[in-house]
């Protein structure tokens, strides 16, 4: 099918040729050029309005065409597809080289909101799929697409998905499961994973190409500093430390922090045996192949800075000067996770708790709430979602401890401008992606309906409205206890 498009191109993506590749511009150090191996027979399961009206697509994209090229079974012209080669650490240890084991990097679709590079993830091997098979399973499909989009909706950066298209193609995991390829995007893939690959290998004139890349094209007020790389350390603290405040404060644990999934821009990227947490608990483990907890929801924060760490060994050598003093300059770049992240997560407690004001008993009245939260395993979406209403009263077994943490709440809140209820509805959400209802629409698109995947997708775009569906925003039914998500995807 390949190269066999008839000659004149009238629908809404092929306007946006000649599809631009900057990554590809680095040159074959940094990919492997191929094909797609594309799902037989594909239909689509999902697309993402808002995803497509983000490239600029009209209403009637997703058509046959779309389909074929959105299931690797097709390329538009101009379209380059590449799987890149980075390294990382995975669990806290060097795991060598790693790189797009099953994602192929399609180009570039400039819409309205800036540029976006296309990839397609589970379209078949690559020279660095190592023992996978190239593969994506529906299952986990799904959750990538709804999940993608909902961290969106709640405005935390993340990578986008437009679509996913499947087939009956087996695929064995577990248990036998079926092929699906979604089509994610970001202004770039780019991980802490690709600097710590050129790094590591010595090959500094690419490591010095990637960072250069990367500050021309995503941070280019770095290209200013006395040393553009400590710039770009700086930058990436920054942008990880805010990023995983928000995770925080909504309760979602990624599941895999290794390195080789941390975006360079300070994006959600590659999302797993990810949860958010229904039950408050601090040391909630949402991976079931992280035996000892490493990702646990508390844990987070200071794998971010690890993370940084690594990130700063590789950028090393771009830092003129003795080791010795560049490597304290470096620590200092990264330095600026600290003074970010603590803050960053403070003032979303604070907001939360719908305070605009700063007081000094704020930060004990949060670390009680949480304390209250996590002693009762109390739901975490709901709590917060109740805040100042009688219902979250309904929340505790122990009455007289929430009531007496509620009076100094109330308190607190007579320090602040009135509108409070409004103020917490509007930054707690009403719906996350809970597993149980990824659950009930991966079970039902198994059977070939796709229109819970729907359903969901248009509730979880606007999660701090009240769903028409009450069931969306309540407590997990009882065998939402019995879901094991694993790194199996
Ligand atoms: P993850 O921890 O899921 O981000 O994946 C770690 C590495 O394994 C990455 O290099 C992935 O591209 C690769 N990988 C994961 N699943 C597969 C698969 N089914 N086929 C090929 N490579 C995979
Ligand atoms: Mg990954």
Redesign the pocket.
């Known amino acids: 099918m390949q190269g066999a498009w008839p000659a004149t191109y009238t629908d809404a993506m092929t306007s946006h040729l000649p599809w631009p590749n900057r990554f590809a511009a680095l040159g074959p150090a940094f990919y492997t050029e191929l094909q797609p191996q594309g799902l037989p027979q594909p239909h689509w399961v999902a697309t993402s309005p808002a995803c497509a009206a983000l490239l600029g697509l009209a209403p009637d994209w997703a058509d046959d065409e779309a389909l074929q090229v959105f299931s690797g079974n097709a390329l538009w012209p101009g379209m380059r597809p590449l799987a890149s080669v980075?390294s990382g650490h995975?669990f806290g240890v060097w795991a060598g080289q790693?790189?797009?084991?099953?994602?192929h990097w399609l180009g570039e679709l400039h819409g309205t909101a800036g540029g976006f590079e296309l990839q397609l993830k589970g379209a078949g091997?690559?020279p660095?799929?190592?023992m996978?098979?190239?593969?994506?399973v529906l299952r986990s499909s799904i959750r990538e697409f709804l999940c993608s989009e909902a961290m969106a909706a709640l405005g935390i950066p993340t990578t986008r998905a437009l679509c996913i298209t499947a087939s009956a193609l087996p695929v064995r995991r577990e248990m036998m499961e079926t092929a699906a390829i979604v089509t994610r995007l970001a202004p770039s893939f780019v991980r802490f994973g690709h600097f710590e690959h050129f790094s590591h290998n010595g090959r500094h004139a690419e490591l010095r190409a990637l960072a250069d890349f990367l500050i021309r094209h995503h941070a280019p007020e770095c290209a200013d500093a006395a040393v553009p790389s400590l710039a770009l350390a700086e930058k990436v603290a920054r942008q990880t430390a805010e990023l995983i405040a928000a995770w925080q404060a909504v309760g979602f644990c990624h599941g895999?922090m290794?390195t080789?999934?941390m975006s360079m821009l300070g994006l959600t990227l590659?999302y797993?045996p990810f949860g958010f947490m229904d039950s408050f608990n601090p040391g909630h483990i949402c991976n079931h192949s992280d035996e000892r907890g490493r990702y646990a929801y508390a844990n987070q924060p200071n794998v971010g800075f690890w993370n940084l760490h690594a990130l700063a060994q590789a950028l090393l050598p771009l830092v003129p000067g003795e080791p010795e003093a560049a490597s304290e300059k470096m620590l200092a770049a990264i330095g600026i996770y600290r003074e970010v992240y603590a803050p960053a997560e403070a003032a979303r407690w604070r907001a939360k708790l719908g305070l605009t004001t700063e007081r000094a008993e704020d930060a004990e009245l949060i670390n009680d709430w949480l304390g209250l939260l996590a002693g009762e395993r109390v739901d975490f979406t709901l709590a917060h979602r109740r805040l100042g209403t009688p219902a979250a009263r309904d929340l505790f077994i122990d009455r007289a401890a929430y009531d007496a943490w509620s009076a100094r709440h109330q308190t607190r809140l007579g320090f602040e401008p009135a509108g409070a209820l409004e103020r917490m509805r509007a930054v707690n959400p009403a719906v996350v992606l809970r597993n149980h209802l990824a659950e009930n629409a991966i079970r039902a698109a198994q059977q070939g309906d796709f229109s819970e995947v729907e359903r969901l997708l248009r509730v979880l775009s606007t999660p701090f409205a009240e769903p028409e569906n009450p069931q969306d925003a309540a407590l997990p039914p009882d065998w939402a206890q019995e879901l094991e998500v694993s790194?199996s995807?």
């Open positions: 980075y995975q790693l790189g797009d084991g099953r994602a091997r690559t660095y799929s190592r996978g098979d190239g593969r994506a895999v290794n080789d999934n590659d797993g790194c995807s």
